[in-house]
């Protein structure tokens, strides 16, 4: 018996198992890539870098510009420097002030010295003394004036020299309770609040003279140098533009069918077209408003729809300075459908 069709059914069997695996391959390819796309989220958007604008508080001349565009500082570095003479000055005559107030409120606290309560003392035995002589008179000018040995002007004069003397001695009676009691408590108090004010300019004074110095508020670079010695500048007149080192953004949008899909918090991975170093990040912030998408949004599935703001925190220990302002970026969001996520939590 012989079997002449062996091969043909050997080669149709293979053809068949051929045919079975790259069907097999192709479901598999198939499913990865759309499970890949329904879990992985592309997202692009843009560095956002912090700029500071640096002022004086006060107005001056600038007698110093320390940096150039492009240099590097840290938090604290003296940048620039105003002339400090005017403030000095203004300083010295506040600390003068407050000197004249402190004797002031010293003296009514301490009273009158003693020879000078002797002296109001003595000046109201004067007194007295005058006011004993007057009444003697007064009434030696009305007895004359019963029996004609004396006018009635005179009498009249007699009465207003007893009358003046009486009220001398009730002057000297109040400056002697004066002296022995001290000055009143109102006086003091006075004193008191007139040395207050006088020790709030001398500080005033003191933190004017100390925004003679412009310092960095934190690390960062100099991307602008406005100003040079010489100049006037009036307060809050920039005079250095400082980029921040840190933190750094990135501003980036993301569709409403897309927006549960990501949530305050969600790690991302944030790559630039200038180089292959990919950066480690976290969603800060998602606006709760929808806008169109901007502009500068190049992808064709967002370009009209209604997008919402998110806010990318590149982690610190991955940020350098490859990622400069408005650098164009492309995030990667390993995103699952998050259950509950809301715009704007953070």
Known sequence: MTTPNLPTRKARWAVIIVALLALGGALAFWFTRGHDNQDALRLYGNVDIREVQLAFRQPGRITQMTFDE??????????????????????????AQVQ?????????????RPQ???????????????ALDAERNFQ????????????????DAARTARDQAAAGVESAKAALSQASEGFRKEDIE???ARLAAAQAAAAQATTSLADTELTAPSNGTIIARVREPGSMVASQSTVYSLSLDKPVYVRAYVGERDLGRIAPGTVVHVRSDSGEKVYRGQVGFISPRAEFTPKTVETTDLRTDLVYRLRIVIDEADSDAALRQGMPVTIAVDAKPVSGARAGER
Do not use: N
């Not at 003392?121 to 007194?127: D, F, K, N, S, T």
């Not at 030696?140 to 009498?155: C, D, E, I, K, N």
């Open 100 to 112: 004249v107030a402190q004797a002031e409120l010293a003296k009514l606290r301490r009273g009158l």
């Open 116 to 130: 000078e309560i002797t002296q109001a003392r003595e000046a109201l035995r004067q007194a007295q003394a005058q």
């Open 140 to 155: 030696r000018q009305s007895s004359l004036l019963a029996s004609g040995a004396s006018s009635q002007r005179t009498v």
């Open 70 to 95: 492009g240099d590097v500082v840290t938090a604290g570095a003296r940048l620039a420097t105003l002339d400090a003479q005017p403030y000095q000055d203004a300083l010295a005559a506040a600390q």
């Open 190 to 192: 006075a004193a008191q």
